[in-house]
């Protein structure tokens, strides 16, 4: 920390050295704004790819649109790239643009507050150290924070525990009765991966997951080659990007009688092929949702169905009463004994005290957290919240469209850097989004919710995360074509921009400069 505490240590403290904060370094690049730091509580970057290293953890849209514009790539193994290859693409986009020397890393903030006198933010270290910015980008992502399931008697076990977000490597699963708690995306991916190597796998599901068939496969000589060339990779992702819009941003931002009807009609074949991969008539009845396509995110997998073909695979739909010293006793009274307890259920989102993951003080020392838990999530195009100047959120509610992670990131790293540059433009050290454009926003797209299957009877008993815990869906409810466009051109006066009052030091030194 400088000595002088009105001057901060950085103009732009970013938090989060994931695609958020990496894609948040480039942005601010591109507007002229090279003083700043991106802090990261892991020791690598990458983010989400960095903490998940569980067995078959892959991206789940097509690689070459989950990379950004301006870096795309044709050199990927697979369609659907492992999780290795994403982190080694965080790695490279540090090192092609410059942002090496601008990380800290092994460093966790674990509080941040405004500092109105002096119009900047002071963000507090796990090590008790301050680090101060004028302005600070929350870059920190939902899909690293694992959410342990609330069941009694967890701390009970005396086999292994952890959580696919916490893998253990050195745990052998070898010849191990291994069970598994949820059947979303995660589990997906893990439990074909690992099933050859158990004695015993039991799945413990308490809703069952929309599963299509995964067209993947090896990058071949031929593909690379396309790939490799600009105007074909564009027009590939062109291509994948006009699908994914219409199969789901589509289903959530398009007018009603049109997605419902696409949907029960995308249905048929989905679900004709689920109940395909099902020999046992009873497990398939079980496997196979009663909730409508779209109320939860949607999977891929060749092989998760047909695991439960096995004879060493085990489905219990039996709602758990405890965890046990020796396993799982469910409520039918059955207690099944386990090994290896794993638990694939998810990520603290929008749970109270997760978002964000540490106290954010505004002015007059309000919290975020606590303003979005009295006043429902709520945020310009997801990045700013009157009564937090010059703090900006990369993932904040109303900024996701469903689709790929990375849209997002460019839209609003762009909105925030653009605001950022405009500030200095103006010779402003203060920002803040007018609460009259704010609250025409999130009007806007509550208005738009009202239209939104999902809170229709089609998604009852989904258990979905699309919703929070003040009934609403967060997620931005639009195209992607808009998110893009109006976070690049929205009219920046919707910001007020505020020069703070000179000290009385340089109040005295301009008046001598003037003498």
Not at 252 to 275: F, H, K, N, Q
Not at 389 to 417: C, D, K, R
Request: hydrophobic share 35%; with cysteine; net charge negative.
């Amino acid at each position: 920390m400088t000595l002088d505490s009105s001057r901060p240590d950085h103009e732009v403290v970013v938090i989060g050295a994931g695609f958020g904060g990496i894609g948040t370094g480039v942005a601010l690049q591109r507007q002229g704004i090279h003083d700043f730091v991106i802090v990261d509580k892991w020791d690598q970057v990458g983010g989400t790819w960095h903490a998940n290293t569980y067995p078959g953890v892959a991206v789940d849209i097509p690689s070459f649109i989950y990379s950004f514009s301006y870096e795309q790539r044709g050199d990927w193994s697979r369609i659907f790239a492992p999780g290795s290859e994403l982190r080694d693409y965080a790695d490279d986009l540090v090192d092609k643009y410059g942002l090496r020397e601008k990380l800290r890393l092994n460093t966790t903030i674990v509080a941040a507050v405004f500092d109105e006198a002096n119009s900047l933010w002071r963000l507090t270290t796990d090590g008790g150290h301050e680090i101060t910015g004028r302005y600070v980008v929350m870059a920190v992502g939902g899909l690293e924070r694992p959410k342990m399931p609330d069941i009694e008697g967890l701390d009970d076990y005396a086999g292994t525990v952890m959580h696919t977000a916490m893998w253990d490597h050195d745990v052998a699963l070898a010849g191990k009765r291994v069970a598994v708690i949820g059947t979303g995306a995660t589990a997906l991916q893990l439990i074909p991966a690992v099933v050859d190597e158990t004695e015993h796998m039991t799945v413990f599901q308490r809703t069952p997951i929309w599963v299509f068939p995964k067209n993947d496969a090896a990058v071949g000589p031929v593909w690379r080659q396309i790939l490799n060339r600009k105007p074909l990779r564009s027009m590939v992702r062109l291509a994948g990007t006009v699908a994914t819009e219409i199969s789901m941003s589509g289903m959530v931002a398009g007018p009603a009688w049109l997605t419902d009807t696409s949907r029960r009609l995308a249905e048929i074949p989905v679900r004709r092929w689920m109940r395909r991969q099902i020999e046992d008539p009873v497990l398939r009845d079980k496997l196979t949702p009663t909730y409508g396509l779209g109320c939860k995110r949607p999977s891929m997998s060749n092989d998760y169905l047909k695991t439960f073909n096995r004879s060493d695979v085990s489905l219990v739909t039996d709602s758990i009463e405890r965890i046990t010293e020796k396993g799982v006793r469910t409520v039918d009274g059955v207690e099944h004994e386990i090994d290896v307890l794993i638990c694939a259920t998810g990520f603290k989102l929008w749970d109270r005290g997760s978002t964000p993951p540490f106290p954010v003080r505004g002015r007059d020392g309000v919290d975020l957290g606590e303003f979005w838990d009295t006043n429902r999530f709520q945020a310009y195009q997801g990045v700013s919240v009157p009564g937090f100047p010059n703090v900006f959120t990369i993932t904040g509610p109303y900024g996701f469209v469903l689709g790929s992670y990375i849209w997002m990131i460019e839209a609003t790293a762009a909105h925030l850097s653009r605001t950022i540059a405009e500030a200095k433009k103006r010779n402003a050290d203060i920002v803040e989004i007018r609460r009259e454009a704010h609250d025409e926003y999130f009007r806007k797209c509550l208005q738009r919710q009202e239209k939104n299957f999902l809170f229709t009877p089609t998604c009852e008993g989904s258990n979905t995360y699309y919703i929070d815990n003040h009934g609403d869906s967060p997620f931005r409810p639009t195209t992607h074509g808009e998110m893009y466009w109006q976070n690049r051109h929205f009219d920046l006066d919707v910001y007020r921009y505020t020069a703070s009052s000179p000290k009385p030091a340089e109040v005295v030194t301009a008046a001598k400069e003037s003498a």
